[in-house]
Nanobody
């Protein structure tokens, strides 16, 4: 497993959208996590090696979408209608096949990309 690289973060206003990218997953199960200042890292969404998706934040149902472009070796996290509560560093991580919401289940992590939502 090579390195993972997240891109796409930035400074946006409430209600805006962002698409985060994670390059280097090599078709493995790929999870998106986030960590806000002073809080623990939490699972956001995941796509398995067979492209089954899972979402872990009830309050985000329908606003976040995870997808994969195998040809580009990239996993995306589409985030819509962002709120200040979405402000965090977003990480992608990989494991062999299935999704998991448990941080320790993932063996490889990217460096993270900062998302800041403020008016």
């Amino acid at each position: 497993q090579g390195p993972l690289v997240e891109t796409g973060g930035g400074l946006v206003r409430p209600g805006d959208s962002l698409v985060l990218s994670c390059v280097g997953s090599r078709g493995r199960g790929t999870g998106w996590f986030r960590q806000a200042p002073g809080k623990q890292r939490e699972a956001v969404a995941c796509i398995s090696s067979s492209d089954r998706t899972s979402y872990y934040l009830d309050s985000r149902m329908g606003r976040f979408t995870v997808s994969r472009d195998g040809a580009k070796d990239t996993v995306y996290l589409q985030m819509n209608n962002l709120t200040p509560e979405d402000t965090a560093v977003y990480y992608c991580a990989t494991r062999s096949y299935l999704c998991s919401s448990t941080r320790s289940a993932y063996s490889t992590w990217g460096q993270g990309t900062q998302v800041t939502v403020t008016s």
